[in-house]
């Protein structure tokens, strides 16, 4: 019998610090990294409209198909991987499926087909794979991952073969898929579209303006200068649009702004959904450094970016899973001396981030 | 009587002819008992004497010798595991490795199949047929591993040719001929339209023992 | 700013990984009632909630101190804040608690986790349709 | 070896007047004490109050109790104890509060304390008697005690009383 009732599932929050002008930072690679990014919201304090870079940015953000009901095997399509998954720059993940009972499947930009299936449909498929991580006692879900740039995997070939059988005679996996391309990497995915049900979607921005906000006095010089968890919570607070006007003594809510703070007279939450690139999200930080070169009252601002909790992977093309909350995200703090605070946190079924 | 004529009293006319005189019945009775008693001690040890001199006494005990002719017959009629083993009894040579070898094979299994579930029609009901399977020989159906905890059975289709207690036999249109383990295997059998999933694991037993053995129903099974 | 005052900052790199470390859970709720057109204030479910604590975990469970940070009375969905000692006492009395005013009712737990930002970006709640 | 383990603590009821004491029967002890968990941790308390919890040793003259708790949950039990301020038995309400004196792990090393505990009581107190008639009066109360105290109660009983005596 166990009593302890104080004990939570894990955690990991990493914090870095560094700046944009040292060699050794790897805030590029940490970005690219997380393939899979469902929401990006920022905040700018001290504006009331988003300047015009910014804003073009947040409209170029490049638009994703969602098929319906497309079978897996057709990934698997000669003239698809031909065309697009060879060419690079293809992200694709299931829409609508729940990791932690359904079957979910990712497609990298690097070509790597990640499936994460439950017991039954990995004894149906018959292709290797590997138990997940985070079984508890008993395996119940496996995760099969193949390469599809592999010799082993080029039309014709025994695993190619194995895996489109599979796939398309033995377990007949279907879902609603979210498919995305970087128009630089010079994939086509029109032969593939024209045989199913799709629509085209744009990412939905959204933003609106905060009047007399008080926000925690945040200086670049060192990490300790705000306690990280009472920082996100601040932050996500703002994007929640959670009151922090509270005092001590109140019965529903006892949250405050972090000390010491100061009140900003108006702010710029903007905040855009859908299935991200992590190219488009590097352009953005880009004309961020750019934005923050200006002098300006507030000399910093917040990004955050969520992955897609029930992506199989999460950076790195590491296993990730849902217990509670399944997130996988990081915020970016950039002053305008291009330092910045990037905080990285993830869940309890999830790898340490790089 | 006989008795009663021996204590009879010697007649009269006897006692003079023989000289001699009839004892009171106290001293013959005396008489008799010791006459009695010196013969017969004498008789009984002179038996025991010779007996033991003379007769042989069996001390061990050996069985009937029919049993073991008998023996001897068995052990004639056949092999043990390790001569069958050596002389490849049931191992099939390479050269008859063959798919079209064992297609006969299939079609008489058909008949038998359809014979035993007495035409196999599309009326008859599954439940039927499913209890007629279960007794049934499966030498010669065309077998294919739907689900396996190790994937790479899954997905294999053949001939089953030979049925142990842990593994089917069976030869692929490849001509290849796969040993495959029951447990952790669900088989699928596909007779005139009617697919039925065998549990492996649910099916370790030879063929033989199987048509003797009552089936559990449960509620679900895994693998 | 300047190049000269970047200079001066020696460009060092600093990582820290923090385990388990959050002080706090969050928790996004939402109350099914059985008669949908009943109405809570956010006063009636922080104190429901407080009510479900005590009878679960009794006095000592009632003195338990969490956070209604926001509350959508059209939807009954509510982001609670609970300290990460508490959170498991918190989850387990809102699975328990069946009845609100003689109604049959049920809380949906709807993602639980140790940052406050993560409740804000739910990939779940994405609708293209 | 591997065995249930336990936690037994060793209290004292502290009621204003002694007679009362005589009232007590293990079970009306039992009842207050889960009613007491059940009202302060409700009933995730009551359930773990519910297993393996015992009053192995009532000593209805001293006021020594015995409790067996469960090892796993023993200080959230054991926190519930200072809520109990009165005992129901046989109709009457005893005032009363417990005093625990010592967590053990067997019976056996709860016991070795209560006897060093009265030791260490009873050096204590015969100091602090001022007449020759004190010390008498507490000799009696051994003498009594072990006269009537060769039943159930061994020598805890003894050293209990005459302390009793003293206040």
């Given at each position: 019998?166990?009593?302890?009732l ?34 990006v ?34 990934l ?183 000390e ?33 070169e ?28 849902v ?32 | ?63 009937p ?32 490795q ?32 499913q ?34 207690k ?45 048509s ?12 | ?11 060092d ?21 059985e008669?949908e057109?009943?109405?809570l ?37 509510a ?8 959170l ?38 994405l609708?293209?349709? | ?10 209290c ?25 968990v ?62 625990c ?19 260490q ?33 061994a ?9 009793d005596?003293?206040?």
């Amino acid at each position: 019998m166990s009593v302890d009732l104080d004990q939570t599932p894990r955690s990991l929050l990493v914090c870095d610090r560094s700046s944009f002008l040292n060699e050794k930072n790897r805030i590029s690679s940490q970005v690219e990294q997380l393939h899979f990014n469902y929401k990006v919201s920022l905040l700018l304090p001290e504006c009331s409209s988003a300047p015009s870079h910014l804003d073009a940015v947040f409209n170029s953000f490049n638009s994703f198909y969602l098929i319906r009901n497309m079978p897996i095997y057709e990934l698997l399509d000669k003239h698809f991987l031909k065309t697009a998954v060879y060419q690079g720059s293809v992200y694709g993940v299931s829409y609508r499926t729940r990791i932690d009972e359904d079957n979910c499947v990712a497609l990298m930009p690097n070509g790597h087909l990640s499936l994460s299936l439950d017991k039954d449909s990995f004894e149906l498929l018959g292709v290797e794979g590997k138990p997940s991580r985070f079984n508890h006692r008993t395996t119940c879900r496996y995760v099969v991952c193949v390469d599809l740039t592999d010799s082993s995997m080029a039309p014709g070939g025994r695993g190619y073969q194995r895996l489109l059988t599979g796939l398309r005679s033995r377990l007949q996996l279907k879902t609603d898929f979210l498919l995305s391309h970087h128009p630089g990497g010079g994939a086509s995915l029109q032969d593939l579209l024209s045989r199913y049900d799709w629509s085209e979607h744009r990412p939905d921005v959204s933003s609106h303006t905060l009047t007399d906000l008080s926000c925690p006095a945040l200086q670049s010089c060192d990490l300790q200068s705000c306690d990280p968890h009472s920082l996100l919570e601040w932050i996500g607070a703002v994007d929640a649009h959670i009151s922090c006007e509270n005092s001590s003594s109140s019965f529903l809510s006892s949250l405050v702004c972090p000390e010491p703070k100061t009140t900003v007279s108006r702010a710029l939450s903007v905040s855009v959904c859908g299935l991200l690139l992590p190219q488009d999200v590097h352009r953005l930080i880009q004309q961020i450094r750019y934005y923050l070169e200006q002098p300006r009252l507030e000399s910093w601002v917040s990004l955050t970016v969520h992955g897609f909790v029930d992506s199989p992977v999460s950076w790195r093309g590491n296993e990730h899973g849902v217990l509670r909350g399944g997130e996988n995200f990081y915020s970016l703090l950039i002053f305008h001396d291009q330092t910045y605070q990037l905080h990285l946190a993830t869940g309890a079924h999830d790898t340490c981030p790089p | 009587m006989d008795e009663a004529l021996v204590q009879v009293a010697i007649p009269r006319d006897l006692v003079d002819f023989l000289r001699v005189e009839p004892q009171t019945n106290s001293k013959a009775q005396a008489f008799t008992k010791a006459f009695l008693r010196n013969s017969t001690q004498q008789q009984s040890q002179l038996k025991v004497q010779s007996m033991l001199s003379h007769k042989a006494v069996i001390l061990g005990y050996s069985r009937p010798k029919k049993d073991k002719s008998r023996r001897n017959s068995k052990k004639a009629k056949g092999l043990n595991a390790r001569q069958k083993r050596a002389m490849k009894i049931f191992q099939i040579k390479p050269e008859h490795q063959r798919y079209e070898l064992f297609l006969p094979l299939h079609e008489l299994w058909r008949q038998y199949i359809t014979d035993l579930c007495s035409g196999l029609k599309s009326t008859s009901s599954p439940q039927f047929i499913q209890q007629k399977l279960l007794k049934a020989d499966f030498h010669g159906a065309i077998i294919t591993v739907v689900r396996s905890k190790c994937p790479s059975y899954v997905g294999i289709t053949g001939i089953l040719v030979q049925e142990f207690k842990h593994v089917f036999k069976i030869i692929t249109k490849e001509d290849k001929l796969k040993v495959i383990p029951k447990r952790n295997s669900v088989f699928a059998v596909e007779i005139n339209g009617f697919v039925s999933h065998i549990y492996g694991s649910k099916f370790e037993q030879r063929a033989s023992e199987r048509s003797a053995k009552k089936f559990k129903v449960r509620g679900t099974i895994d693998l | 700013m300047s190049p000269a005052d970047k200079k001066d900052k020696p460009a060092d790199y600093q990582r820290v990984v923090l385990k388990n470390a959050s002080p706090y859970h969050y928790m996004k709720v939402c109350l099914v009632l059985e008669d949908e057109s009943t109405r809570l204030s956010a006063v009636d479910l922080k104190q429901f909630i407080i009510s479900g604590l005590k009878s679960l975990y009794g006095e000592v469970g009632a003195a338990l101190t969490f956070d209604l940070l926001k509350y959508d009375e059209d939807t009954l969905t509510a982001f609670l804040r609970v300290n990460s000692r508490g959170l498991v006492k918190l989850w387990s009395s809102l699975t328990l608690l069946g009845s609100y005013q003689n109604q049959a009712c049920a809380f949906r737990v709807l993602q639980v986790s140790p940052f406050l930002l993560a409740l804000t970006g739910n990939s779940r709640e994405l609708q293209l349709d | 070896m591997v065995r249930v383990k336990s936690r037994y603590l060793l209290c004292e009821l502290n009621v204003s007047d002694r007679s009362s004491l005589l009232l007590l029967d293990d079970r009306a002890v039992s009842a207050a004490v889960k009613a007491a968990v059940a009202r302060t941790h409700g009933d995730y308390g009551a359930a773990l109050c519910s297993i393996r919890f015992n009053v192995k040793y009532l000593n209805a003259h001293t006021g020594i109790v015995f409790l067996r708790f469960p090892k796993s949950c023993y200080r959230l039990l054991w926190s519930a104890l200072p809520f109990i301020t009165s005992i129901e038995t046989r109709g009457q309400k005893i005032p009363c509060f417990f005093n625990c004196l010592h967590v053990g792990g067997t019976i056996r090393t709860c016991q070795k304390f209560l006897i060093r505990y009265n030791k260490q009581q009873l050096h204590r107190m015969l100091p602090t008697c001022k007449t020759k008639e004190e010390e008498n009066q507490v000799c009696e109360a051994i003498l009594n005690c072990s006269l009537t105290g060769g039943r159930r109660e061994a020598f805890e009983d003894e050293f209990e009383s005459e302390e009793d005596e003293e206040e």
